[in-house]
């Protein structure tokens, strides 16, 4: 068996670089170095024209070349930025060279060219670019989220005609996992922000003479306004974000691959039940939260004005009528609607990593939020024409 070694064999016109023996898999470390080093050294070495056109290859005294050694060399001439001529190549290694060498061009795209400086570019920022990019971001992830509803309407109509597609364990499950787990937190909030927006308004109230208009002013403000929002915007928090997550980890595990092979729909399987879960939940979280706003209210109000709870009860029966109850309550579903719809979408959404978990996260709570504001601002313009 020929002896594996390398020869560089050098004149006025041309550098050759012959390799002799066996180049394979089986080709020791040290020859593989030698052969890197004399490939870096001939691409050190000057030369008028280059070596695309005076450096060649002899593959006479190659007694075997396989796929192996041959990636190992394309790789390496590549990096080296060395294209050489074959010379006595056989038609098998021309053919094992061709075959790995279309495989490296395919496998790494052509560099884009560079694109030319346009009106608009900024410290290297393409301004209108960017923009209309973004903006065909916004309104292409709005069209799937409008999809998105519209696929889970479809199946919630499909469940009620078929009613044991509905998937009641679940539903129960996250009534009480997103509903009453999170009823302390949202109480206290509530609380907390009526007896504030009350002590306000009382001491603007009496500076204007007119303190016992504090009672309804606070209390219509917080069956309408502050009970629903902050009750939904604390429920955004906790549930949009952990719908997501729990939906992400699922996505990048292959729970819903698996699902989906095995014919279950994910729809009645994972989004439906939440939704409907946050529909149901949120007028009775909406109902405690009023009851917990009013009380504030109160406390603040006996504080501020020395008004007593008999009074204050009183005062409120006499102004307040049940209309200002049943708008905050109609907010409800919707605020629920909202936050499940958010929180499973971008769920789904999840690619690849944790990071994608994380970042979409961030993004699911921020939508739910803009989501919550939006319905509420359009709830109050529909109410304020009606003079509700």
């Keep these: 068996m020929p002896a594996t070694s390398l020869r560089i064999i050098q004149d006025s016109q041309k550098t050759i670089l012959s390799l002799e023996g066996n180049w394979d898999f089986q080709t020791s470390p040290k020859h593989l170095q030698s052969l890197k080093q004399a490939l870096q050294s001939l691409k050190q070495t000057p030369s008028s024209t280059g070596f695309s056109n005076d450096f060649a290859i002899d593959f006479s005294a190659t007694?075997?070349?396989?796929?192996?050694?041959?990636?190992?060399?394309?790789?390496?001439?590549?990096s080296l930025s060395l294209y050489p001529t074959l010379l006595h190549a056989s038609d098998k290694t021309e053919r094992i060279l061709e075959i790995i060498h279309t495989w490296l061009a395919q496998e790494t795209p052509p560099d884009p060219p560079a694109t030319p400086k346009a009106f608009g570019n900024i410290?290297?920022?393409?301004?209108?670019e960017g923009l209309g990019r973004g903006?065909?971001?916004?309104?292409?992830?709005?069209?799937?989220?409008?999809?998105?509803?519209?696929?889970?309407?479809y199946f919630f109509i499909q469940s009620l005609i078929h009613p044991s597609k509905i998937r009641l364990a679940s539903l129960f499950y996250h009534i009480n996992e997103s509903g009453f787990?999170?009823?302390?937190?949202?109480?206290?909030?509530?609380f907390i922000v009526?007896?504030?927006?009350?002590?306000?308004?009382?001491?603007?109230?009496?500076?204007?003479?007119?303190?016992?208009?504090?009672?309804?002013?606070?209390?219509?403000?917080?069956?309408?306004e502050m009970g629903p929002f902050i009750l939904a915007l604390v429920i955004a928090g906790r549930s949009a974000s952990s719908f997501t997550a729990q939906i992400g980890v699922m996505k990048i595990t292959e729970e819903i691959d698996a699902m989906e092979t095995m014919s279950f729909n994910v729809f009645e399987f994972l989004v439906l039940p939440r939704v409907l879960a946050l529909i149901v939940a949120m007028p009775l979280m909406?109902?405690?939260?009023?009851?917990?706003?009013?009380?504030?209210?109160?406390v603040a109000i006996k504080y501020q004005l020395g008004i007593g709870f008999g009074n204050y009860i009183e005062r409120f029966y006499e102004t307040v009528s049940w209309r200002h109850f049943w708008i905050g309550m109609l907010k409800a579903p919707f605020f629920g609607w909202a936050i499940a719809m958010v929180g499973c979408f971008r769920g789904f959404e999840v690619r690849g990593d944790t990071e994608s978990v994380g970042r979409l996260t961030t993004i699911?709570?921020?939508?739910?939020?803009?989501?919550?504001?939006?319905?509420?601002?359009?709830?109050?313009?529909?109410?304020?024409?009606?003079?509700?």
Aim: net charge positive; charged share 10%.
């Design 63 to 78: 007694t075997h070349l396989d796929f192996i050694f041959a990636v190992f060399l394309l790789n390496l001439l590549k």
């Design 123 to 128: 410290f290297g920022i393409h301004i209108f």
């Design 135 to 153: 903006v065909e971001r916004f309104f292409q992830k709005t069209l799937d989220f409008f999809n998105f509803c519209g696929m889970t309407l």
């Design 181 to 190: 787990k999170a009823l302390p937190v949202s109480v206290l909030t509530a």
């Design 194 to 224: 009526g007896a504030a927006v009350s002590l306000q308004g009382a001491m603007q109230l009496q500076n204007m003479g007119v303190p016992l208009m504090s009672v309804e002013t606070t209390a219509k403000l917080s069956l309408r």
């Design 286 to 298: 909406v109902f405690l939260a009023d009851a917990f706003a009013l009380l504030g209210g109160m």
């Design 364 to 388: 699911s709570v921020v939508n739910a939020l803009f989501w919550i504001i939006f319905i509420n601002a359009t709830f109050s313009v529909i109410f304020t024409r009606l003079q509700l």
